[in-house]
């Protein structure tokens, strides 16, 4: 698993985290585990391709990705970053791993 | 007791429009809207922008408000106020409760408003004593409230009171009836908008139907605490599309008064400008997402093809139908724009009370796309968005420019336009 930062302001990060392959519902039910008071919903788009989106605790951030995409996007308040970007990696190997 | 309302846009599919109350709504990010709001205000000793920022939004409120509630047969009060926030939240303008408002006016607090709230944590403070950034939202409320009670538009004035960009835990804004009405104008809601047809080359596999009508599935939904809609990784409003355009013409009317005409380029600067912050920051947005991979990433091929797809989601936020007229390539790119927004909203004003004659932003924002597919690369490594890459791409580095060479503004049957290198 690589990861980039895509975007900077004063108020956000964007992180992007590429994986080998798409998680599915199960990969986000469990990162949505892996932190206490988050919130998952997920929409299923008219493509059928379905789009995730988890709501870290605190709005502290979100992770977003989707079941035809490698790629997760993990938006973050910048003031948090530096201490949530860790947990986020482990989240992510975490469940990549599953 | 609490109402239960639900808000919903109505697309137009041929003409790429989103319609709230006869008003057509237009999906845009903060950085586009403090950068637009900002630029205005700049020319705060020159003429009085409250006129242009705070009226133009409670000349639509108005219409907007008194045609929903006609739609919906609302003649009550209270119902006409959860209506009202209801519509406020939706569109990702914040949260209000209109509780303390009679039809003498009153007073509204929220410490979620899209413009305070976005400024505050995103921009440096604003020197102490400035007035406060909620513009938009000051006239909107005003307006609505004109609707509710049935007043004449105008004869609400208002204030902003507290801003969190002064440091206030909170936006306040004063109400109260004006002895003489203010000197405004009913929206002009659909204005001169025209039907086009989704535009399918045969040069790509970008599905543009299929991608318009997913991005019109997306959740773009506000936060339910704080009435602010975050996607792409910046924040969206559903503004009307004619408040842009307005505030863009009046602002230019108003220069043009008070310095000549010589004044004309360097507002249409500001708003070509305002085209690149859009492409960078709301489009950039979108091209990095999770959105864009499940919806257009399968499809994109060539450089080419990030194109067609940006093009294929601006029916779906509101923007319009937009067509290539030949395959682009990174020397030029040729568009048709048959109902862009700002066209519509002043297209329906009579020639004299104009003085736009194409939409600078449209040449901003197509130069922009152009920039970051064949400048920065973006079709094949992912971009770091931030103040150096701005820069190397607008600024220092520019390398396109747009130019119409149709406009219905100037009395031709469409807008079009050509992106071409400055390197050729």
Redesign the interface.
């Known amino acids: 698993m690589t990861h980039k930062l895509v975007h900077v302001c004063a108020w956000r990060v964007k992180y992007l985290f590429s994986l080998s392959e798409p998680l599915d519902g199960a990969a986000w039910r469990a990162l949505a585990d892996f932190w206490g008071n988050s919130c998952l919903e997920s929409t299923i788009l008219s493509t059928g391709a379905v789009l995730y989106k988890l709501s870290l605790p605190d709005k502290k951030g979100m992770l977003m990705g989707s079941s035809v995409s490698p790629d997760i996007y993990a938006i973050l308040l910048r003031s948090e970053a530096q201490a949530l970007l860790p947990d986020v990696i482990e989240a992510l190997e975490r469940v990549a791993c599953l | 007791m609490s109402t239960k309302v639900t808000v919903a846009f109505q697309p137009v599919l041929d003409k790429g429009a989103l319609l709230l109350g006869g008003e057509p709504h237009v999906v845009h990010c903060h950085y586009y809207n403090h950068f637009l709001q900002t630029s205005i205000e700049d020319a705060e000793a020159l003429y009085p922008v409250e006129e242009v920022l705070v009226w133009t939004a409670q000349e639509i409120a108005h219409s907007l408000f008194q045609k929903l509630f006609a739609e919906e047969g609302i003649t009550d009060h209270e119902r006409r106020k959860a209506l009202v926030e209801a519509v406020y939240t939706r569109c990702g303008y914040g949260k209000v409760s209109l509780s303390g408002i009679s039809a003498d006016g009153g007073e509204i607090a929220t410490p979620y408003e899209h413009y305070a709230y976005?400024y505050a944590?995103?921009?440096?403070p604003r020197p102490k004593g400035k007035r406060g950034v909620a513009y938009f939202s000051q006239g909107y409320l005003a307006g609505a409230i004109e609707a509710i009670y049935d007043l004449p538009l105008g004869s609400m004035g208002s204030q902003q009171t507290a801003c969190l960009t002064q440091g206030d835990a909170e936006v306040r804004w004063r109400f109260y009836r004006l002895p003489q009405p203010l000197p405004l104008t009913p929206s002009v809601g659909e204005g001169a908008s025209q039907k086009g047809t989704i535009f399918q080359p045969s040069t790509t596999r970008v599905p543009m139907a299929?991608v318009r009508?997913?991005v019109?599935?997306?959740?773009l939904l506000p936060?339910a605490e704080t009435g602010l809609i975050?996607a792409f990784?910046v924040v969206l409003t559903f503004i009307p599309g004619n408040y842009y355009a307005l505030i863009s013409e009046r602002h230019l009317q108003r220069m043009i008064q008070v310095a000549g005409e010589e004044v004309r380029p360097l507002v249409l600067d500001m708003l070509v400008e305002s085209g690149h912050v859009c492409a960078f920051n709301t489009l950039?947005?979108i091209m990095?997402?999770?959105?864009w991979?499940?919806?257009v990433?399968?499809y994109l091929d060539t450089p080419e093809d990030w194109l067609y797809g940006i093009t294929a989601v601006m029916p779906a936020i509101g923007w319009g139908i937009v067509g290539c007229i030949e395959h682009p390539s990174a020397q030029k790119w040729e568009l048709c724009l048959p109902n862009w927004y700002e066209t519509s909203a002043l297209a329906a004003l009579p020639p004299h009370q104009r003085k736009m004659e194409y939409s600078p932003f449209a040449e901003g924002l197509f130069a922009g796309i152009m920039a970051l597919v064949y400048k920065a690369g973006i079709h094949e490594r992912?971009?770091?968005?931030?103040g150096h890459l701005y820069k190397q791409l607008f600024q220092d580095g520019r390398v396109y420019k747009a130019s119409f060479y149709q406009s219905r503004l100037r009395g031709d049957s469409r807008d079009a336009l050509t992106v071409t290198s400055l390197d050729a």
Do not use: K
């Not at chain 2, 990095?288 to 959105?291: F, R």
């Not at chain 2, 992912?382 to 931030?386: G, K, P």
């Open positions: 976005t944590a995103t921009f440096p299929q009508d997913a019109l599935g997306l959740p936060d975050e990784g950039g947005g990095q997402s999770a959105e991979d499940a919806v990433g399968p992912r971009l770091t968005f931030d």
